[in-house]
């Protein structure tokens, strides 16, 4: 016997990314999982952004993003960047991460993460619920104990969490 299931459970685990947004006073961070690679060249990633988010905003306004890869350790931050929207807090005092000046773009990287894509958008268009954001990849970049392999990234792990995947995402 099949039954019929959210589809979602069945893509899971995925991993969990922070995006910045934004720049200066109105810098923003939110937690992603719809991310992921659409050309290898041009460096090409794909993010689905919530219709109703500040994020969304934030870079229809300034066409640049940056997919910060964050470590387990940085897990409650993660969920904090993906339960509250930055139209109401102020996510990197809330969260006590630190922004870092980016190489080529205006928002700002996180310190606290330990690797960078740096993303000017060349391309948007509606998916259901979500903007589809294809972006450049402009630059890339690791922290030198990441490259050798000794950081566990933040990935969903455990049940799915119908919370996360059936509330305001
Ligand atoms: C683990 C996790 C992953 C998420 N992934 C996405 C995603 O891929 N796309 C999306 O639109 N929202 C996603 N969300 C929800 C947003 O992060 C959430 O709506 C956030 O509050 C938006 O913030 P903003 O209004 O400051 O932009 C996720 C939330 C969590 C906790």
Redesign the pocket.
């Known amino acids: 016997m099949r039954l019929d299931v959210e589809y979602l459970e069945f893509m899971w685990p995925m991993r ?1 990314f922070l995006i910045t947004c934004g720049a200066g006073d109105r810098a ?8 992921m690679p659409v050309s290898k060249s041009p460096p090409l990633i794909a ?4 219709k ?5 905003k ?1 870079i229809e306004l300034g066409m640049e993003f940056v997919v910060n890869v964050p470590t387990k350790k940085l897990q409650a931050k ?2 904090y ?7 109401n807090v102020d ?1 990197f005092k809330e969260t006590g991460m630190t922004p870092g000046i980016a190489k080529r773009v205006n928002p700002p990287i996180i310190e606290d993460c330990v690797a960078f894509m740096e993303c000017k958008v060349r391309e948007s268009f509606e998916t259901g619920d ?1 903007i589809m954001f294809i972006g450049e990849v402009l630059e890339a970049y690791a922290n030198e104990e990441i490259i050798r392999g000794k950081t566990e990234f933040e990935y ?1 792990v455990g049940n799915f ?1 119908r919370k ?1 995947y059936g509330g ?2």
Do not use: E, Q
């Open positions: 969990h923003n961070i939110m937690a992603v999982s719809f991310c993010c689905a952004i919530g109703d988010t500040y994020s969304r934030l993660v969920y960047c993906g339960f509250n929207s930055g139209a996510k979500k969903a969490p996360v305001r995402f």
